[in-house]
């Protein structure tokens, strides 16, 4: 009775609100927004929807099976996080399930570590994957410079959209501190999710006839867009710098549009910078 007396004790409702600080809305938002991070991959199916076969039926079809299993793994993991730990060792720790496995599988411990490591190299295999295949239908489609949407001429993947992304990740790690990476990432991401979904919301209601072969109703969208208002808003006022610096990250972007695809006279030097480039990748990924 005392071992489940102990398990139980921060489940109770009486003590799973217990707050160790005051309450402050811009905090809870940021909350959300750190949290979320763990459950992006949502909305990474999406960027492959020309290599799902019936991508009419298998797109929701994949979405309404992973969220929910994701959602019901996520969720039990960090009760059992809580089952086994107190709020002042979940915060002190810098690995949750690493301290989870060493409290409660003594010699078995590293399996924990050895499974981390395998989901990240899972998510970041989706991640790539997909990030690659964003940049590319971008710039096949006129809005990045058109060097990302070459494509290999014998395997057919975006070889520079891969490169493109593998350098921005290298210089996201240049920050040393991970939470504050997270902000940087959750804040840009929101932000775009946001406009993504406004934008749903304005075609239809200025294409009402156009062909929708997915379509939901707009009290989803705008659900959404509440609570993305809240998220940003707050996160902002939480932390201004961090989220400041996020969208300065973002409005890196511009020049980058305006040289690589708004500036039609370009000089000869570009251009043969251009086809160097190209050239290199080429014989490079051969």
């Known amino acids: 009775r005392g071992i489940l007396s102990v398990c139980y004790y921060w489940l109770e409702p009486a003590h799973a609100f217990e707050s160790f600080q005051e309450y402050d809305v811009g905090l809870i938002a940021l909350a959300f927004l750190q949290g979320s991070f763990a459950y992006g991959g949502w909305n990474f199916l999406n960027y492959v929807t020309e290599e799902l076969v019936d991508p009419y039926v298998n797109l929701p079809r994949a979405i309404f099976i992973s969220i929910p299993l994701v959602t019901f793994v996520y969720v039990f993991a960090n009760i059992a996080y809580v089952t086994a730990m107190s709020p002042q060792e979940l915060l002190a720790s810098n690995a949750v399930a690493v301290t989870f496995g060493e409290k409660l599988l003594g010699v078995m411990s590293w399996i924990m570590p050895i499974s981390v490591a395998l989901s990240t190299f899972g998510g970041v295999n989706g991640s790539l994957f997909t990030s690659s295949r964003l940049f590319f239908a971008g710039a096949r489609e006129g809005h990045l410079p058109s060097l990302l949407a070459m494509i290999h001429v014998k395997r057919c993947t975006p070889i520079p959209a891969l490169l493109f992304t593998c350098l921005s990740t290298l210089l996201m790690l240049c920050t040393s501190d991970m939470y504050t ?72 972007g511009v020049p980058v549009y305006f040289l690589g695809v708004y500036w039609d006279n370009k000089p000869e030097c570009f251009n043969s910078f251009v086809g160097t480039a190209t050239l290199f990748l080429y014989l490079t990924s051969i």
Request: one cysteine or more; a positive charge.
């Open 181 to 252: 990476l997270i902000n940087y990432v959750g804040f840009i991401n929101y932000l775009f999710y946001g406009v993504t979904v406004a934008g749903q919301i304005v075609l239809r209601i200025k294409a009402p006839d156009m062909h929708r072969p997915i379509r939901i109703s707009l009290v989803w969208p705008v659900i959404y867009l509440l609570f993305w208002a809240f998220l940003l808003i707050f996160s902002l006022y939480s932390e201004p710098i961090v989220c400041g610096l996020g969208m300065a990250i973002m409005l890196t």
